[in-house]
């Protein structure tokens, strides 16, 4: 029997999941294997995948076949017609970006990147600004081809391709909630902090040994190491495919903690992905819903889930075993207390959690002044600094600590950034429903047990894959859209306990 | 200025070349790398960028562009029109193996594999025996369609895709010559080293301080470890692209010699990749000539250069420094006829350098009847005994040590063995060559110093690329056609000096 155009499609994008699940792949090995002087051999293999993908993803066949299946998709099931509509919106952005576009953006940024580099190297902004100001023209290019394909102004268009179905509207309520509450939250905990402050952890902590720790961890939590990787390198990140995921984490012996939160993090990437749902894994309504939702899942598991009493009381035995740990200041609550330490500072990545929102909402101010043209390029330093001063109370010194610190607008992420707030919020609203579906959540965590928590995960946000548009996922998931009222009160109570 | 029709081609293959590389990524990921369960996926990452890199190939464009390319190819220079020739032969291979009957093939090989390792495992080829003749069959009709593509007997046409330029009539030329002579050659180095056998070595061989070795000893030899790894795999081989090559091997704590020569063995395929013609890198005519000269440069590297002497020079003292070795039984001499021992054995892998040859005409003789029917797959296990014990004088009581020991026929390859006992022929003649054009060789070699012979190699061999014809290169390489005579007098010279 001949195929519907529906299922005609369906093999079309299986054909482009395996493609992604190989780029993928090039990019780890990239990152964690490839030695060094391979970098332009790799370039090379990554743009020859992807033009492929591109042209796979837009040819008039697949056209056709999108237009005849939305002729009949009445006859479709619920997730076939989910999956159509993730069809025609990858196919809508693919269209909207020319191949002659993203070459010049990929060469353009590849540029900026490498004069990013030598910017920080020499501590002077002055040196990117032109090539960042070539970048910022490009994405102009693109946010208006998108937002016009998408019926969205240009910076939605960008912030929709990262984090589809949240707008600007959407962000701007958000922030401005957390705008009113965090400094004087941040401020409170300072001082709190300050009246009691824990005693300091020190140590030498050997790497290999920390993996080893957070291999237990991770095997804790469920990471399928028959189905997945856990490799060291620069940044953390998670790449791969469900059936096989990949996690980095980087390690410091003098920081028993940062590896191992890193290491989580990745994690909650890694089940969101393994918990997809398996029947759709390489159709688009199978993947992922978007970067928000992502984050929201990886500091789940760092933020609100392990940097917890609860999770301390199951980790302080692992230090033991392997660090021979003892003395006062690795009691429970006095490493509990370093874990949640607030402190003003300049780097986003090295941020606590209670500050970090801060640095993403002046980050998210000055990319889009930068984009509709109220920000020049060349005045992005004193405007940084500014603003930060404004919103933290504490003003960099020179670019390394300023502007030159993210790689995100060298490389083109416009409307990226607002996502890791977001990712926040979200993980705060949906700490507040597993806590209210799972009231024995802390005592399973405190002996590192995370089935529950995993289940509610599974049956409210990982199985629906990309079916339903985030905000309709949270009233779903939550029983309510998103807002901030729930993020910004597990923030107090964490952070202002008597 | 418009592209002409050549430079169009140019450019079509420069993404193929991009393809390969990252399909060749992909496999060394697959055997080094990749989780255990993760084996579907990436099988169907292969599949698709494999039929992605067939379709590319064989569009109707390139046809026409290769047609309109030859009709003005008196206009193109000499590694042009090379480059043009190979880009044909590679089209023509394409299209005369349609993708329905490959991805059969590849379906039929899949499972008669998976029943190969049953069969293994049960010590019975019964099991394997209806998977072979389905792939038989098919392999048939690939040598067919092979065959009248490229105006060759089927047979011809699979030695033919793996070692272009090497006919059955050259093989059955040099085949007779070994025949005659390896018989005696066996007999006599045998009763020699009975006569006076070495001490043996025993001992405890870290495997860590093994590959730390190995690094030292590539180093000498020239391998880029900042364009290359080395890594661990059940067997070893050499995947990658010029630009980032990736070799494994397998260290053995018994035996600190096994692990190292099948490191040096990769490479030398490495070497010669990584001196394939810069300029012409993503071209056809930039690849290398073949499987069987591939070979040659491996063997040349493991058998001809550092099982010898001058080699065992250098590397004592490396043996010295990491195992700590003394006694009499790790003098120079007693370790050099350790490594050149020969045995009657019945695995191939094991084989040593004079008894590993009957084992490949062997499998060259059997192929050859089983393809045109002479030979029922049933009847192959007592052929496969009989003939063994009729050319090396020891026969296989059961189908592990017999005809289930390789895994080639069961992934569709023949044709392919071939290319490595020509291989060692191809290695003989330039051993010849290199030794008259450098008369301090041994000298070399017993200080750890490569450049020498590299650099003949590099000049007379890798440099060419796939331009020549092999036969074409070997006489200006070595002054003559492809013979057995070179190989033969060395085996003589090694095996049965006084």
Redo the contacts between chains.
Sequence with gaps: MALTPYQQLEQEF??L???R??LS??RW?AAV??????A???G??L???E??HHA?LTTPKVARLIERAEAGASQLEDWQRANLREMRRQRDHAIATPPSLIARLAKVCARAEVHWVEARKANDFKLFAPHLAEVVHLVRDKAALLGQARGLAPYDALVDEFSPGISTADIDTIFKALGRKLPGLINAAIELQAARAPLPLSGKFSVPKQKQMAVDVLKAIGF??????LDESEHPFTEG?P??IRITSRFDAGDPFSGLLGAVHETGHAMYDLGLPQEWR?QPVGRDRGLALEESQSLLFEMNLCRSRAFVQYLRPLLEKYFQISGPEWQEENVYRNLIRVRRSLIRMDADELTYPVHIMARYELEKRILDGALAVNDLPEAWNTLLEQRLGIRPTNDLEGCLQDIHWAVGHFGYFPSYAIGAVIAGQINDAVRAALPALDEQLSKGQFDGVLGWLRDNVHNLGARLPVQELMKQATGRPLTAAPYLRYLESKYLES
């Design positions: 299986r054909r999941h395996a493609f699940g190989a792949l090039l090995d294997m490839m030695p060094r002087g391979s332009d051999v790799r090379e293999q743009a020859a995948l033009t492929e796979l399928p190491f028959d189905r997945g990787r495919v059936g096989d390489d």
